[in-house]
């Protein structure tokens, strides 16, 4: 049978596989192939084989495994790399779908998600080479980048070492030292006229040094530990190219903050057809979570659904082996679930599980418009930052037995950028989704705050008393809010006080009763929350780092407090007088 044939045979066979269960897949990556099944009925789209064969016979044919063993411990060293079926599927995705009656490729983006030791940093390797040749006609320019040049380097290293192997060095032009890291070669006619090129190049992300680059090709190795806008700024360079292309390809990381954890979110939503995104391939791999986002690590089913090479380069005897020291050992835990089974996990010290909140949240779909016409007393906080950094405000009210919180940030424009990029904030995304106003003017303006609880009394929530820490208040802010109406009362931040607000947030949410409005920037804080068990179930907490935010969360503690405390008296007002 043909080259042909067979590899777009191995591309379907694998996706009709999974899609019917005959191969044990995750949620992810069984939406993925059935979405290239579909797409192969579209009448828009032609799957091409040339070019997806091209690049898979480059592979198989040149590159070579630098080191390695196989599941029987034999030496893969100078072996050929034989693409795995997943492979396989992955490159007639990103390679092989035009839109029809063109030569424009329909994917310009791609996310690759599968967990360590499934042959990904090979895999790279061969794929920048592979897709150099293919579009040596257009001068073809392929970064391979990473956090840490180290790791952008692996993949460099094993295709000069392939050229090295196969006796091309000398046909190549390679720089490997302290200034460049790169792979050039120029192709000439019959003629001696060039006639194309190519270049592949290693680069560290760094968000200093990388604005004027040129390229078609961009792969962006360890996305999860990659800041957003570097990742953007490698994606632009590609924009005077029709067929550009960026490949994130990673392993979950233990940030739920991050923007690799926001990238495959979104990459899900568009692989389940939430969103809308044609131009942008997703294959995630990962074990499957209930609904409190716990995961089942001793079952080998797990272990296969998130491990494409399982049986291949993950031994199912190690892969159970690990699994039971991370049972036994919980300090091996959070590596187990990330590294092995592609699970974000939240960072060590932070309190919540935002899976919880999550579910809850997600019960509830009242608007703002909605629940203002509501019969519930409201009641406000604020958490009053200092001068240059994010204030947030707060209200929390109760409506059958659900809990809910409705917050506010602010944060001086002219800071905003800078800290924006500092601190990983995502500031200008929860300004463009309305829960940030930028302040006009160098701080913090507290005439803002005032302004917004103006504002939600107006459209119809009766708020009964704003909470608040009179040292952090400044001398404005509480005759402004005296003088537009509401009982302010003075809230300091002792942690003994603070403790029974904490508490009912937490039992709310993991009792489904926790009503956010789906708000991330409550998310983002609620994720940054560290917490210290003190004396008769007391709780000190604090913000997990110095550059991460609690403040929203802060300001609904504020919030809840002052509720309870008026409903308790409420309640023992009406008691003492029955």
């Not at 120029?186 to 968000?207: C, H, M, T, V, Y």
């Not at 979950?252 to 389940?272: L, P, Q, T």
């Not at 995961?295 to 089913?301: C, E, G, I, P």
């Not at 082996?321 to 939240?346: C, E, M, V, W």
């Amino acid at each position: 049978m043909a080259k042909t044939k067979r590899y777009k045979k191995i591309a379907i066979q694998y996706a009709q596989d999974v899609a019917e269960g005959k191969r044990h897949a995750g949620e992810e990556e069984v939406m993925a192939c059935k979405r290239f099944l579909a797409d192969l009925e579209r009448k828009d789209l032609t799957l091409h084989t040339k070019e997806p064969d091209f690049v898979i016979g480059i592979v198989e044919r040149f590159m070579v495994h630098k080191k390695g063993e196989d599941m029987q411990g034999r030496s893969l060293k100078n072996t050929p790399l034989i693409l795995q079926p997943w492979q396989i599927f992955c490159i007639y995705n990103i390679v092989g779908f035009y839109i029809k009656g063109t030569g424009i490729r329909r994917y310009k983006e791609a996310l690759i998600f599968i967990p360590r030791k499934n042959g990904k940093t090979l895999f790279v390797a061969a794929l920048a080479f592979g897709l150099s040749l293919l579009e040596r006609k257009s001068g073809s320019t392929i970064y391979i980048v990473a956090a840490s040049l180290k790791q952008a380097e692996q993949s460099f290293e094993d295709i000069k070492y392939t050229l090295d192997y196969r006796g091309m060095t000398e046909d190549f032009r390679i720089r490997d030292n302290n200034a460049e890291h790169s792979i050039y070669y120029e192709f000439r006619d019959e003629e001696d006229r060039p006639d194309g090129s190519l270049l592949i190049e290693a680069l560290a992300s760094n968000p200093k040094k990388h604005d004027s680059l040129n390229s078609n090709i961009q792969i962006v190795d360890e996305l999860h530990a990659v800041p957003g806008e570097e990742y953007e700024r490698f994606k632009e360079s590609g924009k005077a190219y029709r067929n550009k292309l960026t490949i994130g390809v990673t392993t979950a990381g233990d940030n739920a903050n991050s923007f690799g954890y926001r990238h495959m979110e979104y990459g899900i939503k568009v692989v389940n057809g939430t969103v809308k995104d044609d131009s942008f391939f997703v294959f995630i791999c990962r074990a499957d979570q209930d609904d409190k986002g716990n995961v089942d690590y001793t079952d080998a089913v797990q272990h296969e659904k998130a491990n494409p090479s399982y049986g291949v380069t993950i031994s199912p005897e190690e892969m159970m082996n690990d699994a039971y020291q991370a049972q036994n050992d919980p300090q091996k835990r959070k590596g187990f679930l990330s590294r092995s089974l592609n699970i974000y996990t939240a960072a060590m010290k932070a309190w919540f599980d935002i899976a919880e909140f999550r579910k809850s949240d997600s019960a509830y779909n009242w608007t703002l418009d909605e629940l203002a016409q509501l019969q519930i007393n409201w009641y406000g906080g604020a958490d009053l930052s200092r001068m240059y950094d994010l204030t947030a405000a707060a209200l929390f009210g109760r409506y059958q037995d659900v809990a809910i919180i409705i917050t506010h940030g602010f944060f001086p424009v002219m800071q905003a950028a800078a800290k924006a990029e500092e601190d990983k904030i995502p500031l200008y995304g929860w300004q463009d989704d309305g829960w940030l106003t930028m302040c006009n003017n160098p701080t913090v303006n507290y005439a803002d705050v005032v302004n917004w609880f103006v504002d939600m009394k107006k459209r119809g929530f009766r708020i009964r008393q704003v909470g608040h820490d009179r040292k952090f208040a400044g001398e404005e802010y509480i005759p402004a809010m005296t003088a537009a109406g509401f009982q302010v009362i003075d809230q300091p931040q002792y942690f003994y006080l603070k403790s029974q607000g904490f508490r009912y947030i937490e039992k709310a949410a993991k009792d489904g009763a926790l009503y956010y409005l789906h708000s991330e920037m409550y998310e983002y804080a609620v994720q940054n929350v560290a917490a210290i068990e003190k004396t008769d179930d007391a709780v000190q907490y604090q913000k997990i780092e110095p550059k991460l935010r609690i403040d929203p969360f802060d300001a609904s503690v504020f919030a809840v407090i002052r509720g309870l405390d008026d409903m308790a008296r409420s309640q023992t007002a009406a008691q003492w007088w029955s």
